[in-house]
Antibody, heavy 119, light 110 residues
Framework: EVQLVQSGAEVKKPGESLRISCKGS????????IGWARQMPGRGMEWMGI????????RYSPSFQGQVTISADKSISTAYLQWSSLKASDTGMYYC????????????WGQGTLVTVSS | QSVLTQPPSASGTPGQRVTISCSGS????????VNWYQQLPGTAPKLLIY???QWPSGVPDRFSGSKSGTSASLAISGLQSEDEADYYC???????????FGGGTKVTVL
């Protein structure tokens, strides 16, 4: 069974750094792209970027380029989303999702990680 | 403001048919396939329809998708109480070079 399991909720202060994780299981982790998306109340889902764990080829949405870093450790089948200096506006629910083999859909999603940034 | 436009809500009584629309543009729906997701409260999105009208394994055929031009729609026939959820459309956007999503439609079973 394909599963993406994300790390738990985080509460941080502005200016702090953070890395959240997404561990894949039940499939060959290095053969599928893994993407990240943010969901905020009233703003719907926003695409952040994607990584191919095997290379790792990484591509960012222009809205998030320079704001976050996406990485992966294929030895432990885990993808990461990282901030060096959080802002209050980074508060939201973050999901990882697997891109299917044909690239047509994000077929499996993690359970989400709630990030709260508040002083 | 989401790139794809969906109505914020839809409702029906058990057994009825409910349809949700999703409007986009030539760079997304107009040139790529559409996927639909179901999100139950407090859970991750679940792929419901891919490539406009295909079912992933385990999804009942009460759910169906279609696409025409720069719009798509999801139909739920034989509405059931467990269908109460938020439904999102998504498509790849060639101009933005990324996935774009609708704002979601909350389906209520009356």
């Amino acid at each position: 069974e394909v599963q993406l399991v994300q790390s738990g909720a985080e509460v941080k202060k502005p200016g702090e750094s953070l890395r959240i994780s997404c561990k894949g299981s039940g499939y060959t982790f290095t053969k599928y792209w893994i993407g990240w998306a943010r969901q905020m109340p009233g703003r719907g889902m926003e695409w952040m970027g994607i990584i191919y764990p095997s290379d790792p080829d990484t591509r960012y949405s222009p809205s998030f380029q320079g704001q976050v870093t996406i990485s992966a450790d294929k030895s432990i089948s885990t993808a990461y989303l990282q901030w060096s200096s959080l802002k209050a506006s980074d508060t939201g629910m973050y999901y990882c999702a697997r891109l299917d083999y044909g690239g047509d859909s994000l077929d499996y999603w993690g359970q989400g990680t709630l990030v709260t940034v508040s002083s | 403001q989401s790139v794809l436009t969906q109505p914020p809500s839809a409702s029906g009584t058990p057994g009825q048919r409910v349809t949700i629309s999703c409007s986009g543009s030539s760079s997304n729906i107009g040139s790529n396939t559409v996927n639909w997701y179901q999100q139950l409260p407090g859970t991750a999105p679940k792929l419901l329809i891919y490539s406009n009208n295909q079912w992933p394994s385990g999804v009942p055929d009460r759910f169906s998708g279609s696409k025409s031009g720069t719009s798509a729609s999801l139909a739920i026939s034989g509405l059931q109480s467990e269908d109460e959820a938020d439904y999102y459309c998504a498509a790849w956007d060639d101009s933005l070079n990324g996935w774009v999503f609708g704002g979601g439609t909350k389906v209520t079973v009356l």
